[in-house]
T-cell receptor
Framework: NAGVTQTPKFQVLKTGQSMTLQCAQDMNHNSMYWYRQDPGMGLRLIYYSASEGTTDKGEVPNGYNVSRLNKREFSLRLESAAPSQTSVYFC???????????????FGPGTRLTVL | GNSVTQMEGPVTLSEEAFLTINCTYTATGYPSLFWYVQYPGEGLQLLLKATKADDKGSNKGFEATYRKETTSFHLEKGSVQVSDSAVYFCALRPYGQNFVFGPGTRLSVLP
């Protein structure tokens, strides 16, 4: 099992450019999440998806859109990048069935995005 | 609302020293509590968890006890190693709601 994978690992954009961050999980989880990590602020939830076909806003959704393409994949899109979106982005999925991984979030390796 | 407070550090210790990272929380009901660890250049991974009051989570020599009366979940390790250098996040998840993470505590262990 690969767990949660993210692409790309690094990206540099100019202000106003667009891009899509890709995320996939192979653990058959229903719930998936996008976070951003900024120094001193921990992880802040951007969007989440409780199941295929549903998405909901988190704490900091402005400037982002998401697509839950199928049960495995959950992408994050920046339509017009701004310097304030410079951050490290993490995708995660959550274990829901009983067992040792119940309620645990599994994280991808992250995407380091710089917007100039 | 739900929130997590933890010391931000950085915390610098010598190898074999005792570690405590404090974590307190505010939440409705009885949330599950977690400690996650992030090694340089990697994503977060679960270190330990506790789901109800007085539960003790433990893993890799680390432990934390769910204290409802003090709304705390302090992380401890008796003897740290250089390989424990990382950022540690305290987090909670109230039933049916999303995770809430603390700001993270950076730990550096010197040989």
């Amino acid at each position: 099992n690969a767990g949660v994978t993210q692409t790309p690992k690094f990206q540099v954009l100019k202000t106003g450019q667009s891009m899509t961050l890709q995320c996939a999980q192979d653990m058959n989880h229903n719930s998936m999440y996008w976070y951003r990590q900024d120094p001193g602020m921990g992880l802040r939830l951007i969007y989440y998806s409780a199941s295929e076909g549903t998405t909901d806003k988190g704490e900091v959704p402005n400037g982002y859109n998401v697509s839950r393409l199928n049960k495995r994949e959950f992408s994050l899109r920046l339509e017009s990048a701004a310097p304030s979106q410079t951050s490290v982005y993490f995708c995660a999925s959550r274990g829901e069935t009983s067992g040792s991984s119940y309620n645990e979030q599994f994280f991808g390796p992250g995407t380091r995005l710089t917007v100039l | 609302g739900n929130s997590v407070t933890q010391m931000e550090g950085p915390v610098t210790l010598s190898e074999e020293a005792f570690l405590t990272i404090n974590c307190t929380y505010t939440a409705t009901g009885y949330p599950s509590l977690f400690w996650y660890v992030q090694y340089p250049g990697e994503g977060l991974q679960l270190l330990l968890k506790a789901t109800k009051a007085d539960d003790k989570g433990s893993n890799k020599g680390f432990e934390a006890t769910y204290r409802k009366e003090t709304t705390s979940f302090h992380l401890e390790k008796g003897s740290v190693q250089v390989s424990d250098s990382a950022v540690y996040f305290c987090a909670l998840r109230p039933y049916g709601q999303n995770f809430v993470f603390g700001p993270g505590t950076r730990l550096s262990v010197l040989p």
